[in-house]
């Protein structure tokens, strides 16, 4: 199949060529949401480079399904890029080895393998001509280990691209090392204490966030503008329209006491301790979401089975759309146990189920072929396309705290090529952190400061509520 860019991803060509190759600029970035085609118009710019004698090799950085999945098809896919041969550096020592001894024109590593390559190349010289980080938020904490390792690489390429839907996804801070990558510090420094003290001051609970300070945002985004390309897909794409449909559900009686005594020492924890995060502390909250859903773990990660409050509302809205394939998103190992218990032996992808299961189990989606399947949405939120086949419902057993794995997920199915409106089921629990997660969802603001915000908003609805 030849690949016939659309108009907007001419532009993006254009306008990547114009930075990369006439202007000589070293790095850009296309902040493009998923659905758009960021992998082909990526492709086509390799292709050109390689025409032109500016680059041989590529080294790409993406997560590891990525990086067996979505490459090599796109790949094969399209006439003009299949005369490109990739080699993937994964798997033990002596296998990423003979990876790199492998000729090739795009050799593909996830971010795990880069401190590997790092201290391979301290005894080699660098022979790649170009780099892409696809997924660049991998690369967002200035101080982990990946990104360590990365910016020692960073100065023997040429050319380097990033590639993501949501560069900032909790805080503006985040583009600071992703900015790094492209431009070396150029845009935003290459001191990320001088540039933290410059567009941001401690506050929050304790002072242990970093907050904005007024008109850092603009003027972030006002230096980096030149070296990004932006788009959004609905400003580009004729997509049906997506609906939400939240589905509220009860806890039994005395499920919903045991989870308000929970809950009442999560808030005094929080007073207390001064602050949490969602995804990295307040195991408080994490026991409420937990419970909220109708499980438990306990000190021993032994699961504790205490409601299906959720389960049954499931079971109702795949009755109710009486055989229409449905995509239910999981967050924990115990609510698929208890999506089993319901519905058999369904098909599920979670972080066990291997890249090349994955796509089988695509795959057979793509053809109508998997009535329910389960997903636990960290192990599949980028680069899979699922809006080939019948299924048009996403049901959520409970939201995820992060924004970026929610639009991501959602857009798997709501994006290019789909046909029929999309729809997204929101199972969620009256009175719990349900609602909290639910709000800043919708104001899509992953900091910190918002999901402290929403729990307090919450707080003080929920005491509204009990004492009338």
Not at 103 to 123: C, M, Q, R
Not at 175 to 193: C, E, K, P, R, Y
Not at 252 to 276: A, I, Q, S, W
Not at 450 to 459: E, G, V
Request: glycine share 6%; hydrophobic share 40%; charged share 25%.
């Amino acid at each position: 199949m030849k690949f016939q860019p659309h108009k907007y991803q001419q532009f993006a060509l254009k306008w990547l060529v114009q930075r990369t190759i006439l202007d000589g600029h070293e790095g850009g970035a296309f902040f493009l949401d998923p659905g758009l085609g960021k992998t082909s118009i990526t492709l086509a710019w390799l292709r050109l480079l390689k025409i032109l004698g500016l680059s041989q090799k590529t080294l790409i950085i993406a997560p590891l399904r990525v990086v067996y999945s979505v490459w090599p098809r796109e790949v094969k896919k399209w006439d003009q890029f299949q005369d490109f041969k990739v080699s993937i550096i994964h798997g033990t020592p002596t296998q990423r080895l003979k990876a790199l001894a492998t000729p090739a024109d795009i050799y593909l590593i996830n971010p795990e393998g880069v401190e590997w390559l790092t201290s391979y190349f301290k005894l080699k010289t660098l022979d790649f001509q170009t780099l892409v980080v696809d997924e660049s938020s991998k690369f967002k904490q200035w101080g982990a280990k990946r990104t360590k390792a990365l910016k020692k690489l960073i100065p023997n390429f040429q050319r380097r691209l990033i590639l993501t839907g949501t560069p900032s996804p909790r805080s503006i801070e985040d583009l600071f090392s992703q900015m790094f990558i492209v431009d070396q510090g150029a845009s935003l420094g290459a001191v990320i204490s001088k540039f933290q003290t410059r567009y941001f001051y401690r506050g929050g609970y304790s002072g242990y966030e970093r907050i904005p300070l007024k008109g850092a945002k603009e003027e972030i985004e006002s230096l980096i503008a030149n070296a990004c390309l932006r788009m959004d897909a609905a400003d580009h794409l004729d997509l049906p329209s997506l609906l939400v449909n939240d589905v509220w559900v009860d806890l039994p009686p005395d499920v919903f006491k045991d989870y308000k005594t929970l809950e009442r020492k999560m808030f005094l924890e929080l007073e207390n301790e001064g602050t949490f995060t969602p995804l990295n502390a307040g195991s408080k909250y994490l026991a409420c979401k937990q419970l909220a859903n109708g499980g438990l773990y306990d000190a021993d990660r032994t699961v504790h089975h205490i409601h299906t409050a959720k389960v049954e509302a499931i079971k109702d809205l795949v009755e109710e759309l009486n055989g229409k394939p449905v995509l239910i998103a999981f967050q924990y190992k115990h609510d698929l146990e208890r999506l089993k218990n319901t519905f058999g032996n369904i098909a599920h992808i979670d972080g066990s189920v291997n890249a090349k299961e994955t796509d089988s189990i695509v795959e057979k989606w793509n053809q109508g072929g998997i009535p329910i399947l389960a997903v636990q949405p960290q192990a599949l939120s980028h680069g899979v396309n699922m809006q080939a086949g019948p299924g048009r419902d996403i049901i959520w057993m409970g939201l995820t705290d992060d924004l970026e794995v929610y639009l991501q997920l959602n857009a798997r199915i709501h994006r290019q090529g789909v046909t029929g409106q999309v729809r997204v089921h929101r199972i969620l629990a009256n009175r719990t952190v349900d609602v909290a997660v639910k709000d800043r969802i919708e104001s899509k603001d992953s900091s910190q400061k918002s999901f402290l915000d929403a729990l307090k908003t919450y707080k003080e609805s929920d005491e509204q509520a009990n004492a009338n």
